[in-house]
Every structure is written in C-alpha cells, then in structure tokens.
C-alpha cells in the first residue's frame, strides 16, 4: 500500500509566471510578455484584441514576476529545504531563439537553464521540463501567425533539438505543450493566435492545434532518439464535467464537454483523431487540412504519460438552461450547488480529482502524472509577519487524500505530484500578484511595491512532512 517509493514530489512553475527579466539575456519578445494585467487581458489572451508590443496605457505583469531570473538559486535552495524530488519549471523560448527562427541559439539563455539544471542537481532534484508553457515568440507571430502556420512545427522542433541534445546529461521528464486544449480558450496565450474580424475562429483554432499535435509527436520521436531514457508526456488542463442534472440533455453535454478535451490526449495518447472529433469537425466545415504523412506521425509516436492540470471539476447544463454560471474560469461551467469555492470563484472538488484520475486511467492505461494543483489566495501576514495559510493546506491536503485513494484503491498508476505553484507568481488567467499558491511567500504587491524577500508560510512546514512522510502524514 501507499505511494511508489519513488514517487515524485514537488512544484511547478512556469518561465513567464516567474523569471521576469525579459529584456535581459538576449531575450526576445513573448506572447506571455505583453498579456496586460487588468480588464483588457481577457480580450488579449483570447486573442480578440491585438496586443503584439506593450504600450504605456498597460502594466505587464510578466516583465518583472518574482525576478526568479536572479533569485533562482534561492528558490531552489528553499524546494530543496521542503524535499524536493522533482521541480517542474519551463523555458522561455525566447531566451534561446529570440526571434524564433534563428540558426544559432543564444548561448546566454542556454547558460540560464544549465545554471538552474544545475543547481537542481546539486540537491538531487529532478527538472520536469516543460518545452513550451504558453510560450510563443512575438516575431513568428508577426511572421507567421503563430501557430496558424505549419512553419511552426520546424521552428519548435529546432527549439526541441538544441533542448534535448544541450541538456541531455540533466533532463529526462518532458511535457510538449502545456495545458494543450487551453488552445480553445485563450489562443492567443496558449498559440500566439489573434483573430481579425469576421475570421473563422473554429477553424483557425483547429487547424493551429493539429499543428502543435503534428509538433508534439515529432517531439516525441526527438526525444527518443536523442536519449531513449526520454519520458516524454502530454499535459491538458483535466477537470470532469458532472452534467448538471440527471437530465439526459445534460448529461449528452457533459459528454460532449469531456470529449472536447480529450480530443488531445486521445489524438497524443492513442495515435489518431477519434472518430467523434472526425465527424463534429468534418460537419462544421473545421477539419484540419493535414499534410500526408500527417496520420502515421500520430501513430507513430504517442506520449510515454500523461500530465495534467485539476483545479477543479466543471458543471455542464444543456444549452438554453438558466442555471447560474461559475466565475473566473476560462471554462464554462454552471455552478454546482454543492461545492464550494475559492475566492476567485473556482469550484473546491477533492473528489473530482480522484474521479478525473480514474476516466483518465480508464481511457487510456497509460502512467499518470497530477502537474498543477493547488488554491490560489489573498495571502495577509499575521502581526508577526507569519502567514498562516490553514485554508491552502485544507485544499492540498483533500485533494492529496483523494488522489491517494485512486492509486491504493482504485488502482491508478501515478508517477508524481507537483503543486502549482510552490512559490507565489504572476497568475496565468488574471495576471495579478494578489492571487497567491505558494509555500513560499514573495513580498511583491499588487501595487508593485515590494522587497522581493521569499519567507516561508505554515504549509512550507506542512508540505516538507507530507513529502517525508511519502503522503502518510498529511
Ligand atoms: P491562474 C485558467 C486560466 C489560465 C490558465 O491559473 C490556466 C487555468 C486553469 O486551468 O491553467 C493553468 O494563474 C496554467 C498555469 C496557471 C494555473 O493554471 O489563472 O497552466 O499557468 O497559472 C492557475 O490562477
């Protein structure tokens, strides 16, 4: 009983969240660089207001995040302190091709991630890498599109080829794309995609993702052949959709929800475009145009895992149903009357997380791998300074008990677990400070006052002993 001995802990970040130094190292400009904080981010990341430079009527939060470009050693030392197996982290294509199409790499930004390889090393901790964290230079944008164009699948894989052979000796644990299927959601965030009037938006976003598909198994054979130790996974965002009601109008949508996302895994976990995805598309007129060898690529080279983000479950109604809807997530969902929820609104569903494993191992019988969990919160340090976080410990605490029960009762194959995110960063979906995951705290505000000092919050102390105790003590 229990976890695998050599069950991997630890915490994920993401480059834009947390580097900030964007303008040092040779490094170019970034889609996640001019995301705005405030109103217009929403418009801007879902790519129906263009945004390709930054100007002065916006802040950008990703400009300066937590500075981790100059405090990482730090930071990694404090992981270590909590024990650390594997730390999840992602490179700035940028600061390897700052254009995106160059020949040459910029050895600056290589030397970056070595010193952070490194440094992991030095405390036995493993990098979880992740290729491209809803990165995507602002010069293939102006070029090409972004991932419109199937010239991105070659400038990717140049990126995937100076990684894989560069960093050989230091990494074995790849993700391709994260959260792949955010691609419908926000795709100018997720694929460096904006749209002009009257554009198709199904199409373009289809297209751009068999597009990053074609990219992630051409990954995949890279890694394999570069280093057959390579373990190279997919990542989505997961969260079950729970139809509403018993209803079968709702349950059909709820269905029709879960297949919109699994549409990814299933295509790099099985091989190939289900049957279902086919028809829906083909009916709309949305199929992607796929080259001719398109198919056997799929087929070929499919993940080794399977990663994914849970927050939380989602709450389906069919359409026409006036059931209130839940706040502040990219996704619809209506909100389930029996949970509760964070401050920005997301539904609080430990269990959900156990029933996400079990359809996901179900579907495809293949090592899982949990990449983000974790509560985002307003953090206020007591009188002396302490913060006391009992409410993020409740969350993770939950959602670790339940993900256990799916390993030791139901039989899971789960290789790890890392948290998002193990120190406070810049939030993906509403660029704010004030929205706080870590163990660790970072004085930094939403104002932008800050000392940048890092200090240690209660669930810093709770985590160390959960990975001590190999989740026996939670
Ligand atoms: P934040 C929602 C919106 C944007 C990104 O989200 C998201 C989600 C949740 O599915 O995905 C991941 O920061 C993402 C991380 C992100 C995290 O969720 O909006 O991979 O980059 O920070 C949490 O609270």
């Known amino acids: 009983m229990g976890l695998r001995k050599d069950f991997l802990w630890g915490g994920a970040t993401a480059a834009n969240q947390c580097e900030g ?15 705005p904080s405030g109103s217009d981010r929403n418009a801007v990341i879902t790519g129906h207001m263009k945004m390709l430079k930054m100007d002065d009527a916006h802040t950008y939060p990703a400009a300066e995040a937590i500075d981790f470009y100059h405090h990482f050693k730090e930071d990694i030392r404090l992981f270590a302190e909590m024990g650390f197996k594997v730390y999840r982290m992602s490179i700035a294509w940028t600061r390897i091709f700052p254009r995106g199409d160059e020949e040459e790499p910029n050895e600056e930004g290589l030397k970056f991630y070595e010193e952070i390889f490194k440094t992991c090393r030095k405390y036995k901790i493993q990098p979880l890498v992740t290729i491209s964290h809803f990165d995507c230079p602002i010069y293939l944008i102006q070029k090409y599109g972004g991932w419109r164009s199937r010239k991105m699948i070659d400038f990717y894989l140049h990126l995937c080829e100076v990684l894989f052979t560069r960093f050989k000796e230091y990494v074995t644990y790849w993700l391709t794309f994260n959260e792949i299927n955010m691609i419908l959601h926000a795709p100018f965030m ?7 009037e009257g554009e198709n938006e199904e199409q373009i976003k289809y297209q751009a993702a068999h597009h990053e598909l074609v990219a992630s198994a051409l990954a995949v054979r890279m890694a394999h052949e570069v280093n057959p130790v390579n373990q190279v996974g997919c ?19 709820a ?11 299933d295509v790099q976990a099985r091989g190939y475009y289900p049957s279902y995805a086919r028809k829906r598309l083909e009916k709309k007129g949305v199929f992607p145009k796929m ?35 839940a706040e502040g997530n990219l996704f619809r969902s209506a909100k389930n009357p029996y949970l509760e929820f964070s401050e920005w609104g997301w539904p609080i569903d430990p269990l959900g997380l156990r029933i996400t494993l079990n359809q996901i191992y179900d579907r495809y019988q293949k090592p899982l791998f949990i990449v983000e969990n974790g509560l985002g919160a307003v953090d206020i340090p007591d009188e002396n300074g302490e913060i006391i976080d009992d409410y993020r410990i409740t969350y993770l605490k939950e959602h670790i008990r339940a993900m256990k029960a799916a390993v030791e009762e139901d039989g899971v194959d789960l290789i790890g677990y890392t948290s998002w995110a193990p120190i406070d960063l810049i939030s993906a979906g509403s660029g704010e400070m004030r929205k706080r995951y ?5 004085d930094k505000q939403e104002d932008g006052s800050r000392t940048m000092n890092r200090s240690r919050k209660k669930s810093f102390y709770w985590y160390k002993r959960v990975i001590e105790s190999n989740g026996e003590i939670l």
């Open 190 to 196: 997720g694929a460096g995609i904006y749209f002009e």
């Open 255 to 265: 269905l029709i929800t879960d297949q919109e996302n699994y549409f990814f895994v």
């Open 291 to 325: 080259e001719p060898g398109d198919e056997e690529i799929l087929r070929r080279h499919p993940v080794d895992f399977i990663s994914f983000s849970y927050y939380n479950s989602r709450c389906i109604a069919a359409p026409g149903s006036k059931q209130e809807e």
């Open 235 to 253: 990542m989505f965002a997961a969260g079950s959709a729970y139809p509403y009601t018993c209803r079968p109008e709702d349950v059909w949508e």
């Open 21 to 35: 130094g964007i303008s040092e190292g040779g490094r170019g400009l970034a889609n996640v660089d001019v995301c």
């Open 438 to 442: 870590g163990f660790i705290y970072v």
